[in-house]
T-cell receptor, first 111, second 114 residues
């Protein structure tokens, strides 16, 4: 079983819609959770992190964490064509350097 | 967010030569840095974890004698690809750890070995 799993997509949504990206993880001891955006040919960019159960909002982005079900999701409201990218979910087991990345979900926002 | 730089952003070298890539944390000190490699349309692959003042920890299957990592200061880690071959052509990305939780990536270095 992979540490972090994501649907590779591609996920297509029309401009202005809500894009929903999901991620599950296997280790219940995981402490912190991250969403990165990676444009083609570029390095990943941190867009959100969440540590506690519930929702965390930042602009058009909302991260949702459910530790009991071991999933974390990212909602992108009012999706824009510039949101088209691969979104990587990452999980940190403990403080320190044990990070696990999913393989990413490709999102296309159609104008 | 924290800023991480890499140099060079791209490099072309001949087979058999060595290439050094620098990774710097610009506005913070990084005890821990990571080195990744990414082939086209594939996911990130962690190569090694670099800790300041100590030897790097390499992932299984990564040749430590080929990919030399030095983390001599709290703001600089270097990756040297020794005796590069065309199959080493890839996108090399470093990242730095902030507050022991958050990982910020550099812009990456595209290596082409001819």
């Amino acid at each position: 079983q992979k540490e972090v799993e994501q649907n590779s997509g591609p996920l297509s949504v029309p401009e202005g819609a809500i894009a929903s990206l999901n991620c599950t993880y296997s280790d219940r001891g995981s402490q912190s959770f991250f969403w990165y955006r990676q444009y083609s040919g570029k390095s990943p960019e941190l867009i959100m992190f969440i540590y506690s159960n519930g929702d965390k909002e930042d602009g058009r982005f909302t991260a949702q964490l459910n530790k009991a079900s071991q999933y974390v999701s990212l909602l992108i409201r009012d999706s824009q064509p510039s949101d088209s990218a691969t979104y990587l979910c990452a999980v940190n087991r403990n403080t320190g350097n044990q990070f696990y990345f999913g393989t990413g979900t490709s999102l296309t926002v159609i104008p | 967010g924290a800023v991480v730089s890499q140099h060079p952003s791209w490099v072309i070298c001949k087979s058999g030569t060595s290439v050094k890539i620098e990774c710097r944390s610009l506005d913070f000190q990084a005890t821990t840095m990571f080195w990744y490699r990414q082939f086209p349309k594939q996911s990130l692959m962690l190569m090694a974890t670099s800790n300041e003042g100590s030897k790097a920890t390499y992932e299984q299957g990564v040749e430590k004698d080929k990919f030399l990592i030095n983390h001599a200061s709290l703001t600089l880690s270097t990756l040297t690809v020794t005796s590069a071959h065309p199959e080493d052509s890839s996108f090399y990305i470093c990242s730095a750890l902030v507050w022991d939780y958050e990982q910020y990536f550099g812009p990456g270095t595209r290596l082409t070995v001819t």
